[in-house]
């Protein structure tokens, strides 16, 4: 993987929480997160609420703004 740290997560459940957590480590708003991502601050709202429902291209994008690598055990 890359220089980025890796999360690791074991329930679909977690990523929404640690998407937000990031975000927030980052010192981001979801408006800055949406700006970058080329969305409006509720599609980010949705992405940290239900991710299940976003792209998996989204969620790489989102990783690559937040700085962070995320799998899945």
């Given at each position: 993987?890359?220089?980025?740290?890796?999360?690791?997560?074991?329930?679909?459940?977690?990523?929404?929480?640690?998407l937000r957590a990031l975000r927030k480590q980052a010192g981001l708003t979801q408006a800055d997160v949406a700006g970058q991502l080329g969305v409006t601050r509720q599609a980010v709202t949705e992405l940290e609420n239900r991710p299940e429902s976003a792209t998996f291209e989204r969620l790489l994008k989102l990783s690559a703004v937040l700085g962070a690598e995320i799998a899945l055990q």
């Open positions: 993987m890359g220089n980025n740290p890796v999360h690791i997560i074991r329930a679909p459940q977690q990523l929404g929480p640690l």
